[in-house]
C-alpha cells in the first residue's frame, strides 16, 4: 500500500508539474488576453491535478489480448500428459508479469525495495508532518495574537457589502486587515484612525476575498504543499496563488470605480503600508505585501482592461481543456505504470498481500507467484521446500503434526500430485523412481501452471487447495474455511473483493474432496460431492459403502473416459479404510479398491453417482 500511495504521488507530482510549466510559458500570452480572473484560478487545476490521482485503463484490452495470444497458443488438453521437456519455453507468458528469477535472490531483491518503500513513505510523511506543523503552528500563533491584542467591534458599515456573521476585531500589533477563518470568519482591522472612506475601500477588498472563498482556496492550497512538499514546483504555484489572489482582488474592487475612487483606494493601500511593515500572513487575505507586489498590483489597478464575455468563455473553456488534459494524460501514466497493479492479493488477515512479482489473470484465473507467495503466507525455509527440474516442480510442505504434503507441478498441466508424508523432516528431491510416490492428481480447473521469466505462476484456487483446504484450515470465529482472495479494480479505479473460487468442473476434484473428508468422518460435508440417489442408497449411520473411514492411497483414471461424450466419468480408485462392523467386510481387512461412478450435472460438476466392485 505504501509503494502504490509513492506512485501515485509521483504521476500527479509530475502532472502538477508539467501542467505548471505549460502555465508559465504561456503567460506572455494569456496576460495580453485573458482577464485577472482566469490567471487568479488557473492554478486551481494545477491543485487539483496534483491532488487526485486517478487510472484510466485504456490499455486493458490490449493487455488481454497479449496474455491469450502467448497462452492460447500452447493449445493445452485438460488432463492429458504433457512433454515437459521443453514445457518451460512453451508456456511462457511476457515478462511485464515478472521481472524478477524464481531463485531466493528475488526475495532478498524484494525485502530490499520493500524496505526502502518504507523508509520513502516515513520520510514522506515525516514531511507532511512538518509542513503541516509549520502552517497550522503559525496559523494557530496568529489567532492566539489576535485573541490576546484584540477587542471586538461594531462594525455597521459591513452591511452594505454581506449579511452573513462576520466577528470584527481591532487588534494592537496588525497593521493589515485581513480575513481568517472559514467556519466562523473573523475580520481583523488594525488599530489605527481610518477614515470613513479608508475603511470602506477596506471592506470592499476583505469581503470580495470572502464571497469568493479565497482563504478555502488558500488551504487547499497549503494541504497540496504539505503533501507535494519535496516538489519545488508547488512552492512557486503557491506564491503565484497569494499573488494572483490579491490583483484578482483589486481589480474586482476597482472595476465600478472612477480614476479619483482608483486613486483613494490605492492611497488606502500605501497608508497601511506605511503603518508597519507587516509581512504577509499565512491562510488568511492581507490587503498588504511586498514592495514589488504592490508596484506590481498598482501597475495593473491602472491598466485595468475590460474582458468581454466571448473571451471570457473561451478563457473558462481553455481552462478546462487543459485540467482534462493533463488530468487524462497522468491516468494514461498511472495506468502504463501500475501494469497489474488492478489486482490485489488480499491474505486471510485481510491485509493486502504485496508481491514483487506482480500477479496477473489468464485462463480466466488469477495468476500469483509461487515461491513468493508461499513465504508470504507463513512458510519458511524449515517449513517448506521448492525444487525444480525441467520444468517439474516439487512443494514440500510441513504442517506438523499432521497434513504435511508434497505437491508436484508440471509447467503446462494443471494436476497437481500429492504425496502425504508424516513427520517434521523435509523431503529432498530425488529424480529416481518418485513418480510412483504421488499417489493421485488433482485437477482443479483448466488453468495450468505457467513460466513468466524465470518464475513460477499458480491459479490461485490451486494456492488455496494446498494450503488451506488440504489441511482444512478454518477462521476460529466463523468456522468457514480460511481462503486468499483478491481485489480487482475496474477502469474507474473502484474495486471489489472477489474470492479465487472457480466452479470445479473436474471429476478427480470431486472423489479427491470427497475421499478426504471421509478421511476426517466428515460425513454431511460429503454429500455435497454426492448425488441424492447416493446418499440414498450409500450413506448409513456413520458409514458409507460398509466404512467408516476411508483414505484415499490411489486414484488411476482411463484416458479413454475423457474422450467419452456421455455425462458418464469412471475413476478406480484405492484406499485404506477402517470397515463397519456390521459390514461384509473383513474385520482385520484395511485395503480396498473400487470404481467410483460420477454424473455430470447440468452446471457442469462432476458428482458421485455410485460405487462398483
Known amino acids: 500500500m505504501a509503494g502504490e500511495l509513492l506512485k501515485a504521488l509521483i504521476i500527479t507530482s509530475l502532472a502538477g508539474s508539467v501542467l505548471t510549466i505549460i502555465i508559465s510559458l504561456l503567460k506572455p500570452i494569456t496576460k495580453n488576453v485573458f482577464g485577472y480572473k482566469w490567471h487568479y484560478y488557473i492554478w486551481l487545476t494545477v491543485l487539483v491535478t496534483m491532488l487526485l490521482p486517478v487510472r484510466f485503463a485504456v490499455l486493458q484490452t490490449n493487455t488481454v489480448r497479449i496474455i491469450s495470444e502467448n497462452t492460447q497458443q500452447a493449445q493445452y488438453t485438460p488432463h492429458s500428459e504433457i512433454d515437459v521437456s521443453n514445457a518451460a519455453g512453451k508456456y511462457t507468458l511476457p515478462d511485464v508479469y515478472a521481472p524478477l528469477p524464481i531463485e531466493k535472490s528475488s526475495e532478498i531483491l524484494a525485502n530490499f525495495i520493500n524496505n526502502c518503500t518504507s523508509i520513502l513513505f516515513l520520510i514522506w510523511l515525516l514531511g507532511i508532518f512538518i509542513n503541516l506543523s509549520v502552517s497550522i503552528g503559525g496559523y494557530i500563533r496568529l489567532i492566539q495574537k489576535v485573541h490576546k491584542n484584540s477587542v471586538i467591534i461594531s462594525c455597521p458599515e459591513l452591511l452594505k457589502y454581506t449579511g452573513r456573521k462576520i466577528t470584527v476585531y481591532r487588534c494592537k500589533n496588525l497593521a493589515s486587515p485581513f480575513i481568517m477563518g472559514i467556519l466562523r470568519p473573523s475580520l481583523i482591522l488594525p488599530d489605527i484612525d481610518l477614515t470613513s472612506g479608508q475603511l470602506d475601500n477596506i471592506l470592499m477588498h476583505e469581503i470580495t476575498h470572502f464571497l469568493r472563498y479565497d482563504i478555502l482556496y488558500k488551504w487547499a492550497a497549503a494541504i497540496v504543499k504539505a503533501l507535494h512538499w519535496f516538489n519545488p514546483f508547488i512552492y512557486y504555484v503557491s506564491r503565484q496563488i497569494n499573488t494572483e489572489c490579491e490583483i484578482s482582488c483589486d481589480l474586482s474592487v476597482v472595476g465600478n470605480m472612477d480614476e479619483m475612487q482608483k486613486k483613494e483606494y490605492v492611497n488606502t493601500i500605501i497608508s497601511l503600508l506605511c503603518a508597519n511593515k507587516t509581512k504577509s500572513i499565512p491562510l488568511t487575505t492581507g490587503m498588504t505585501g511586498t514592495k514589488k507586489d504592490l508596484m506590481r498590483r498598482f501597475t495593473m489597478i491602472k491598466n485595468r482592461k475590460t474582458t468581454s464575455k466571448i473571451i471570457s468563455a473561451l478563457s473558462a473553456m481553455i481552462a478546462g481543456v487543459m485540467l482534462g488534459t493533463t488530468v487524462f494524460a497522468s491516468g494514461v501514466l498511472s495506468d502504463i505504470t501500475a501494469q497489474n497493479d488492478s489486482l490485489e492479493i488480499i491474505g486471510i488477515d485481510g491485509n493486502i498481500i504485496s508481491l514483487v512479482n506482480k500477479p496477473f489473470e489468464a485462463y480466466g484465473q488469477v495468476y500469483v507467484p509461487l515461491r513468493e507467495i508461499i513465504y508470504k503466507v507463513g512458510y519458511d525455509d524449515n517449513t517448506c521446500s521448492i525444487q525444480w527440474n525441467s520444468g ?187 470397515p463397519y462392523e456390521s459390514s461384509a467386510y473383513d474385520p482385520s481387512k484395511t485395503e480396498e479398491s473400487f470404481e467410483v461412478r460420477l454424473l455430470r450435472q447440468p452446471d457442469g460438476r462432476y458428482l458421485i453417482n455410485e460405487f462398483t466392485r
Request: glycine share 6%; proline share 3%; aromatic share 14%.
Open 392 to 578: 517439474v516442480i516439487d512443494l514440500a510442505l510441513i504442517n506438523y503434526p499432521a497434513d504435511n504434503a508434497k505437491w508436484r507441478m508440471k509447467i503446462g498441466s494443471s494436476t497437481l500430485s500429492l504425496r502425504r508424508f508424516r513427520g517434521n523432516e523435509m523431503i529432498n528431491y530425488e529424480a529416481a523412481n518418485e513418480e510412483n510416490s504421488f499417489i493421485f492428481g488433482i485437477s482443479l480447473n483448466d488453468a495450468p501452471i505457467v513460466l513468466s521469466n524465470s518464475t513460477a505462476y499458480i491459479p490461485l484456487e490451486q494456492l488455496n487447495y494446498m494450503v488451506y483446504s488440504y489441511t482444512n484450515k478454518r477462521d476460529t470465529v466463523t468456522n468457514q474455511l480460511c481462503e486468499i482472495t483478491y481485489k480487482s479494480y475496474d477502469q474507474n479505479n473502484t474495486g471489489s473483493i472477489r474470492t479465487s473460487e472457480y466452479p470445479n468442473t473436474s471429476p478427480e476434484y470431486a472423489v479427491s474432496q470427497f475421499f478426504w473428508l471421509f478421511s476426517n468422518g466428515d460425513f454431511e460435508n460429503m454429500k455435497r460431492y454426492c448425488t441424492e440417489d447416493f446418499i440414498n442408497t450409500f450413506f448409513g449411520d456413520g458409514h458409507v459403502f460398509g466404512m467408516t473411514r476411508a483414505e484415499l492411497s490411489g486414484m488411476h483414471v482411463d484416458p479413454l473416459e475423457y474422450a467419452k461424450s456421455s455425462n458418464g466419468f469412471n475413476i478406480s480408485v484405492n484406499v485404506t479404510m477402517t
